[in-house]
């Protein structure tokens, strides 16, 4: 299993939060998606990540990783 990092400076709630959560655990390998809203991270964790597909889903709901 591995793990990915991300900042997202764009997140501030609730509606942010599960946007980001259902475009990343709908990525195959993705097995745990953690967001934390004060400190702007989202932990993704699974099998065979790809970090091109997880940022263009988080492009895709509206944010931008950095």
Do not use: F
């Not at 946007?19 to 400190?39: F, P, R, W």
């Amino acid at each position: 299993m591995s793990e990915r990092t991300y900042t997202v400076p764009g997140m501030h709630c609730g509606h942010c939060e599960r946007a980001i959560k259902e475009e990343l655990g709908a990525l195959v390998g993705v097995e745990s998606v953690a967001v934390e809203l004060q400190t702007k991270l989202v932990v993704v964790r699974g099998r065979d990540l790809d970090d091109r597909a997880l940022r263009a889903a988080i492009v895709e709901a509206g944010y931008e990783a950095a």
